[in-house]
């Protein structure tokens, strides 16, 4: 029995999809460019350097979904998949996918970023499993600004996996090899983890520890 988990910004992806997100809505002008790009390159930044405060980023991020209606969000979303995601896929990327659903009983996504702007990421790899931060929505579908349980961010993402596998009726322990592949020192919980830590695009820390440890590493860009 195999698993195989993949981070998504920095790894299947050459750039980061929150990221982004804010600067295609910032393109749109529904948002104030110098204010925003100003906030999300700081929480960029945090990320990368492994000190992110993700409620205060969750805060930021979710914000502008509970502004405006879903409907012309999914259209903003489709624009905003041929504009900025399509660019950033790499052919490595798509193929190391697709070596994985030959030999791997479960392939899923894992990422910190919300559901809404990554679903129809994970379609397009052709992954049907996604464990992403869950924006809360009313009754009526629309955004609340708010997060829906526990967002899959550092620990968290070890929390997440196992709660997915026990809905699928599953334990990590039934897995002979699992793999999770991602860039960043944020995924050291997972990485440390798995029977098959993979490193690809890394961050400064985690190229260092992957070097330290033996772990693989890879650079697929678009």
Same mark, same amino acid.
């Given at each position: 029995?195999?698993?195989?988990?993949?981070?998504?910004?920095?790894?299947?992806?050459?750039?980061?999809?929150?990221?982004?997100?804010?600067?295609? =809505?910032?393109?749109?002008?529904? @948002?104030? +460019? /110098? #204010?925003? %790009?100003?906030?999300?390159?700081?929480?960029?930044?945090?990320?990368?350097?492994?000190?992110?405060?993700?409620?205060?980023?969750?805060?930021?991020?979710?914000?502008?979904?509970?502004?405006?209606?879903?409907?012309?969000?999914?259209?903003?979303?489709?624009?905003?998949m041929t504009e900025h995601i399509l660019p =950033?896929?790499?052919?490595?990327? @798509?193929? +190391? /996918? #697709?070596? %994985?659903?030959?030999?791997?009983?479960?392939?899923?996504?894992?990422?910190?970023?919300?559901r809404f702007v990554t679903g129809p990421i994970?379609?397009?790899?052709?992954?049907?499993?996604?464990?992403?931060?869950?924006?809360?929505?009313?009754?009526?579908?629309?955004?609340?600004?708010?997060?829906?349980?526990?967002?899959?961010?550092?620990?968290?993402?070890?929390?997440?996996?196992? %709660?997915?596998?026990?809905?699928?009726?599953?334990?990590?322990?039934?897995?002979?090899?699992?793999?999770?592949?991602?860039?960043s020192q944020n995924d050291l919980p997972l990485?440390?983890?798995?029977?098959?830590?993979?490193?690809?695009?890394?961050?400064?820390?985690?190229?260092?520890?992957?070097?330290?440890?033996?772990?693989?590493?890879?650079?697929?860009?678009?």
């Amino acid at each position: 029995m195999r698993l195989a988990l993949f981070d998504l910004d920095h790894t299947l992806l050459s750039g980061d999809s929150d990221f982004e997100w804010g600067q295609f =809505l910032a393109n749109q002008g529904v @948002l104030d +460019r /110098v #204010r925003h %790009e100003a906030r999300n390159r700081a929480f960029y930044d945090d990320y990368r350097e492994g000190k992110l405060d993700i409620d205060a980023f969750l805060a930021f991020q979710l914000e502008p979904l509970a502004r405006f209606p879903r409907a012309q969000l999914d259209q903003w979303h489709r624009r905003f998949m041929t504009e900025h995601i399509l660019p =950033l896929v790499s052919p490595a990327a @798509l193929e +190391r /996918v #697709r070596a %994985e659903q030959a030999q791997a009983q479960l392939v899923a996504i894992i990422t910190a970023t919300n559901r809404f702007v990554t679903g129809p990421i994970a379609a397009l790899f052709g992954i049907d499993h996604l464990i992403a931060t869950e924006p809360a929505q009313n009754e009526a579908g629309q955004f609340t600004g708010k997060v829906q349980g526990i967002p899959s961010f550092r620990e968290g993402k070890v929390t997440r996996v196992d %709660e997915w596998l026990a809905g699928l009726g599953h334990r990590w322990q039934d897995f002979t090899e699992t793999a999770f592949y991602s860039d960043s020192q944020n995924d050291l919980p997972l990485l440390e983890r798995a029977s098959e830590p993979v490193v690809v695009n890394p961050d400064p820390v985690l190229s260092d520890l992957a070097q330290q440890r033996g772990w693989p590493v890879y650079h697929w860009k678009s």
